[in-house]
């Protein structure tokens, strides 16, 4: 495993391709709902397929790849991301590009569960938090390059299919990358000899099972920060452009925080309380929501602390004890799988949760009821967080005696 920090880029690349392709129809959504015939509500059940197939496709994925190994899922990943986009590229049809985006949809699903099997793979001690970290911003990334980029290759172009050629030309390369370059110890990949373990008894565990729920509402109230900030900055009357500005800090300064809280958990061995410090402080942030006042320095500040808490304090701990709470080796796969189901299920009803509860979005009043709702899913991520700490505790105590 000498190459392993070349492995991880190409491991990080290839997620960063995946979450491009989630995102690259959002800025154009009413370009491409034009393109399609079809009106722009119907459009965004592009966007929503990949969180069904989240949902749908995690366990059972998770199940395959500890049959097949991590390196031949990453490939079928890359290859459904290929499939996926030429399928899209080639066709006007709303039926058929539908389909597209759920084969799109089958890399999403599975790409955490991929990448934080891999790296428990390939890294030890304080190394795992701090590649853990770096991996968790891919997301972060490809929001920031997706956004700027779709946008100016439809524009220099003046055709959307542009966007799916650009993303099947990547993965393909990404598919060579992964081909030729990724390894991962044999002893712990399926045909490695040993016994590669089932859902039954992955969810043998109440520790794995308190931080599952608590991922649930760690992800709704993630994505209602992402979704529904600018939508807040609205309700305090500022314009849609400055609105989108202060919302699209959140993903900026999720890169740095995401890599910050790796090495941090990483060198001091304290994911869970990170995690706990950072629920506490993510249910004071939702609890401010309408008390933001008229400072554009208020906004700014809520935006960043909305990026630092959720993903980069409390995500990226989960992302490193979760693995850690697994039983054996062979149970890591299927235990971010169970996790990532109860992720996506928190992200799919988030929003419109959110939205739905916030109503006409005429005063920052509107927004009293979504900021207890979201404070009472972190208090839920606390508890959670700390009776998760004595039970991953006990578990290594019964280990060791």
Aim: hydrophobic content about 55%; some cysteine.
């Amino acid at each position: 495993m000498k190459n392993k920090w070349v492995m991880f880029f190409i491991l990080l690349v290839s997620a960063i391709t995946v979450s491009l392709s989630q995102l690259k129809l959002s800025p154009v959504l009413g370009d491409v709902a034009a393109m399609l015939n079809v009106d722009i509500t119907k459009a965004a059940m592009l966007m929503s397929l990949f969180t069904v197939a989240g949902i749908v496709l995690s366990i059972p994925g998770a199940a395959v790849m500890a049959r097949t190994g991590t390196k031949n899922m990453l490939l079928i990943l890359m290859a459904c991301l290929v499939v996926g986009n030429v399928l899209g590229a080639m066709s006007n049809s709303f039926a058929v590009v539908m389909l597209s985006r759920i084969i799109e949809g089958i890399s999403y699903a599975l790409i955490i569960t991929v990448g934080i099997d891999m790296i428990n793979k390939w890294f030890t001690g304080a190394t795992v938090g701090t590649a853990t970290g770096i991996f968790n911003t891919f997301a972060a990334a490809a929001n920031f390059i997706g956004m700027n980029a779709s946008v100016a290759l439809y524009q220099g172009t003046g055709n959307l299919k542009v966007l799916w050629w650009s993303i099947a030309i990547l993965s393909a390369v990404c598919f060579v990358l992964v081909f030729l370059f990724i390894q991962v110890p044999k002893t712990e990949s399926a045909g490695g000899g040993g016994d590669n373990g089932t859902l039954g008894e992955a969810v043998k565990n109440p520790a794995l099972l308190v931080t599952c729920l608590s991922m649930l509402c760690l992800a709704f109230v993630l994505f209602a920060f992402i979704t529904c900030n600018a939508s807040l900055f609205q309700a305090y009357g500022i314009d849609q452009q400055a609105s989108a500005f202060y919302a699209s800090l959140n993903g900026l300064i999720g890169i740095p925080t995401c890599i910050i809280s790796g090495i941090v958990i990483g060198k001091s061995g304290k994911p869970f309380t990170v995690a706990i410090i950072g629920a506490a402080l993510c249910a004071v942030i939702c609890f401010c929501m309408p008390y933001l006042g008229g400072s554009s320095a208020a906004y700014i500040l809520y935006a960043l602390a909305t990026g630092i808490v959720p993903g980069g304090m409390i995500m990226t701990s989960m992302f490193i004890f979760t693995p850690q709470l697994a039983k054996r080796p062979a149970l890591i796969g299927l235990s971010m799988g169970l996790l990532n189901t109860l992720y996506y299920i928190g992200v799919f009803f988030s929003t419109p949760v959110v939205t739905a509860l916030a109503g006409d979005n005429s005063s920052p009043a509107n927004w009293t009821a979504p900021s207890l709702l979201m404070a009472a899913a972190c208090v839920v991520v606390l508890v959670c967080s700390v009776l998760g700490q004595n039970l991953a505790r006990k578990q290594e105590a019964e280990k060791t005696a």
